[in-house]
């Protein structure tokens, strides 16, 4: 959802018969009524996490090449959104994958927007991580997608897209402008 750009109120010249005063102011608060929910919720934004068990609900699990499954022990998630802006934290440990095929990603709540480059970049810390190249990890939100893609770089190196582990641990925090109505 986002913050509305124009407000339509019933008229009350469309209200003829005196005895439409009653029902005009109805559904003039029926409107302001819709109108501030519509903003309280963008204001103060919709959290979503893996402890709720409503329509809310978001679990965090990875994302690989096409076919490729894990086996998870943990999946912490929690994300909150106002308007557009989109925050996510995610805590996911998995013990088994069916194949080392692709590049890691984070399955995200909200689809992301689109870009012309990747401006949204977060921070991960990667646990009994086994790809040894990299000195810092990060997650970038891919442009028009669902996807928390995880990189690697190192000092005075360019960064490369993270491959599936067969076990590991992957923390972190990503911030990102999602799209409208959602």
Known sequence: MSLPTSINLPLRENYQDEKDHDRYQRDLVYELQ??????????NGFIRNDTEVDQAQWTP???????????????????????????VWFDITWSA??????????????????????????????????YTGNLTFYVNAQPDTYLGQFWGSRDAGPA???????????????????????
């Not at 819709?34 to 204001?43: C, L």
């Open 34 to 43: 819709g109108m501030y929910e519509n903003i309280a919720d963008n204001v």
């Open 61 to 87: 699990t990875l994302s690989a090449a096409a076919g490729v499954t894990f086996t998870y022990t943990n999946q912490t998630g929690w994300s909150i959104r106002q308007g557009i802006l989109t925050e």
């Open 97 to 130: 994958v069916s194949a080392l095929s692709g590049n890691l990603s984070v399955v995200l709540p909200y689809k992301v927007a689109p870009s012309n480059g990747r401006p949204f970049v977060g921070t991960c810390i990667p646990y009994n991580w086994n």
């Open 160 to 182: 490369a897209a993270a491959p599936v582990q067969n076990s590991g641990r992957m923390m972190g925090h990503i911030r990102y402008i999602g799209i409208e109505d959602e």
